[in-house]
């Protein structure tokens, strides 16, 4: 199995302003500090940036693609037999499922008909199998010969939409993240110091902070 970024994402998990305000900064001569800081902050736990969390932090596309629609290493005890487990949620949207016949010819699944949607609106992980009583179709063994295009993440709130948006990102991811910015900014040369200046790590209850939001597998 093998998780390609199509599309990165294009919209802030933290803006500069709401740094500031937490680093307590009313000037501008450190903004493009403060960015830097902010986007690797971010990138330790986005997926997008190589990050360890295994959630999906502002929407973002991906492909998945597997040798066949049974790959064993996609199966999940929370999902029938034969459901495909996708990464990065939560899951905004399935944007295509395509396989490789046994002739080496593209076909292309149809929503409903051709695949369900298991799990959506789960903090878990989602998924997607045959319709009920149905199986995959037979493909190509090789690898690639399924490819899964979707997008994940958690939408900016837009009050203004029709219906409105709510920025539903885990309040404490946001708390972390704010954290590690902080103690990047106030200690340059290392992550933090104590009074005989050696380096010591954040407390074990700030890590544990987004412990409850990451994805294991």
């Known amino acids: 199995m093998t998780a390609i970024l199509i599309t ?13 305000r937490h680093l307590r900064v009313d000037f501008d001569d450190d903004n493009d500090l403060i960015d830097g800081m902010t986007q690797a902050a971010v990138d330790q736990v986005d997926p997008a940036g190589g990050g360890w969390l295994g959630r999906a932090l502002r929407p973002q596309t991906w492909e998945l693609q597997l040798a066949g629609f049974w790959q064993a290493d996609c199966c999940s005890d929370d999902y029938p037999l034969g459901a495909i487990v996708l990464p990065y949620p939560p899951l905004i949207s399935i944007d295509s499922v395509t396989y490789l016949d046994s002739a080496g010819a593209t076909q292309t699944l149809a929503s409903v008909s051709g695949y369900r949607v298991l799990g959506q609106g789960s903090i878990k992980r989602q998924a997607i199998a045959p319709p009920f009583g149905q199986s995959w179709p037979a493909t190509r063994n090789d690898a690639g010969s399924v490819k899964i295009r979707f997008t994940c993440g958690y939408p900016v709130a837009n009050p203004d939409a029709d219906p409105a948006v709510v920025d539903r990102l885990p309040a404490p991811v946001k708390a ?5 910015i902080g103690a990047l900014y106030q200690n340059r040369e290392s992550f933090v110091s104590d009074s005989r200046q050696q380096v010591v790590e954040l407390p074990a209850h700030i890590m544990q902070m987004i412990s409850t939001s990451r994805i294991y597998g």
């Open 8 to 20: 990165a994402p294009d919209t802030d998990v933290l803006t500069r302003d709401e740094v500031k």
């Open 176 to 180: 972390w993240l704010k954290l590690y």
